[in-house]
C-alpha cells in the first residue's frame, strides 16, 4: 500500500529542474521520468487548468507544478518519510512561490502562503526539533483542510463591528460576507505591500 501526498507550488521552473535538483541533493536514483529512494518514488508534472482553478479558489493561488510522492507504507517507511520532508524543504528553500503539500489530495499537511510557512499540528511529518534543522522559519497549528469542505469557512467578527459591516454593505447593496471578503483581501494586500516596502535590500 502506498501513502500519497503533492506538494504543489507556483514556481517558473520546469518539472526537470525540480527532479535534477533533488537526484542531485538528495542522491535520488533515476527510473525514465522518476526518482526512486528508500520507501519512496516521485516526479513532477504541470498542473492543469481544472487544478488552478480549484486551487486559486480554496486557497488563493495558481500552483504551476505538481511535485508529488508516492510512500510504501511498508517497507523503508520512516526512510520515505524523511526523504519527502527533506525533498519539501529543499524545494521550498529554492524556490519563494506559494504551496501547499497534501496528504490523499486532500489534507494539508503544510502550507507556505505569503512566505510564511505553517506546518498542520494534526499531521505531523516529524518533530519540531527536526524541522529546525533545516533553518527555515515556520509555525506549528492547526490547520484546516480546505478540500474536505463544501460549506465556506467561517471567521468569527464582533458585534459592534459586524453592526458597522450590515450597515455599510445594506448602503452599497452587498451581502455583509461580500463586503467582509473585499475588505479582508484589501487589507491583506496592504498589509503585504508595507512588509515588500520594508524588507531590506540585498547588497549586490
Given amino acids: 500500500m502506498s501513502l500519497e501526498y503533492e506538494l504543489r507550488i507556483v514556481t517558473d521552473w520546469q518539472a526537470l529542474d525540480i527532479l535534477n535538483l533533488l537526484s542531485r541533493e538528495l542522491e535520488l536514483e533515476w527510473e525514465e521520468t522518476r526518482l526512486f529512494g528508500p520507501g519512496i518514488v516521485l516526479g513532477a508534472t504541470p498542473e492543469t487548468e481544472h487544478r488552478q482553478s480549484m486551487m486559486m479558489e480554496t486557497f488563493g493561488f495558481k500552483p504551476t507544478l505538481d511535485l508529488w510522492f508516492w510512500l510504501d507504507s511498508q517497507e523503508n517507511s520512516q526512510r520515505g518519510k524523511q526523504i519527502l520532508l527533506e525533498a519539501s524543504m529543499l524545494v ?8 501547499v503539500l497534501l496528504f490523499n489530495s486532500e489534507y494539508t499537511v503544510l502550507q507556505r502562503i505569503s512566505g510564511f510557512l505553517i506546518f498542520n499540528q494534526e499531521i505531523p511529518l516529524t518533530s519540531k526539533d527536526e524541522l529546525e534543522k533545516f533553518n527555515q522559519p515556520f509555525y506549528i497549528q492547526p490547520l484546516r483542510s480546505l478540500l474536505l469542505y463544501d460549506r465556506p469557512t467561517t471567521v468569527a467578527v464582533d458585534h459592534p463591528l459586524y453592526s458597522q459591516l450590515q450597515a455599510v454593505a445594506t448602503a452599497r447593496e452587498q451581502s455583509p460576507a461580500r463586503l467582509a ?24
Fill in 92 to 99: 521550498l528553500n529554492h524556490l519563494s512561490g506559494d504551496a
Fill in 181 to 204: 471578503n473585499e475588505a479582508i483581501a484589501f487589507y491583506l494586500r496592504e498589509i503585504k505591500q508595507q512588509d515588500d516596502i520594508n524588507k531590506p535590500i540585498a547588497s549586490e
